[in-house]
């Protein structure tokens, strides 16, 4: 295998990829040629506009994680970050001060913005970006494509009793940091999404890989919006390279973030074996020739492939580069045999 594409979230698809990456380089994914090029296809919907900045939070995740940028212990934004900007504005009572922007993270969105004002597709600029952060550490290894250029948002609508409909529309990162999804997601609107085209690249970096990777992202706001551009759910669907998933469900739980919350808004089981159904199995009209679950989850395999898809359970931890990329060699074993 020469080409893999990863269809990403934030931050379970970046430590994945990272985990991938090592793995390529050790040598240790089996079929996987040492100069193997790792295409990530990133998942859009969570970008807003904040203070004037165009802000899309995976593709910077992956961006900052990739280029050793990413402040571990949070999770997101710089490393060795400041926050002048947030109490100036907070000083000046600008509301929306509940998003976190760092004062190095804002030079990204600045760039970002101002080239998007000038002309530029999303896709040029994450190039552009990506050149700082990816060419120094991977060479062109690695290539990050923004699911779309066209602006999609997800928003969740949530119960408030004082509107007349008796619910109120948040910005998916207001759900998600204002409101901690802390409370249930009664819908999800996917704004824009219907309308969107995938962005240059896309559709080619699906048909012409050599294997198809769904890593433990979020099932529904992270590859299920990629999926959910026009084309993109098919060309996976119709790719001639195996296509495997990873869960990011481990023991009826997530690992960390709101994916349980999510799939209880489209209801489907927060279960190693209920997102892999949901995914579903290609031969069955889903996405998916095989699903990796825990070893926690090893109950769950005979299930799965009586649905059929090839599953297994391993230990899914990501809790160093080498775990991961075991996680990524059992993926590839699985489909590969
Ligand atoms: P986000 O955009 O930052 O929310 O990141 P993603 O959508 O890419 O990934 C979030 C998902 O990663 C969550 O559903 C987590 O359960 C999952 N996740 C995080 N860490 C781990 C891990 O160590 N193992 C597994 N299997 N899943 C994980
Ligand atoms: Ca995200």
Known sequence: MRTITVLSGGHGGARFIAGLLHGIQAGTLPGVAPDAQVTVIANTADDLWIHGLKVCPDLDTVM??????LDHERGWGRT???WSIKDELEAYGVPNTWFGLGDRDI????????????GFPLSQVTEALCRRWLTPVHGDRVRVLPMTDDRVETHVAVKDPDSPSGLRVVHFQEYWVRLRAGVPAEQLVFVGLDEATAGPGVVDAISGADLVILPPSNPVVSVGTVLG?????EVVRAASAPVVGISPIIGGHHVRGMAEQML????????????GLHYGARSGGGVLDGWLVDERDADAVDTLRSAGLRAAGVPLWMSSDEATAAMAAAAIELVAR
Do not use: C, F, K, N
């Open 229 to 233: 551009v026009p084309g993109i759910r």
């Open 107 to 118: 030079a990204t969105h600045l760039v970002r913005t101002q080239m998007l004002e000038a």
């Open 64 to 69: 900052y994680t990739l280029g050793h940028g």
């Open 80 to 82: 060795e970050e400041t």
């Open 264 to 275: 209880a808004s489209i209801g489907v089981d927060a279960t190693a074996a209920g997102v």
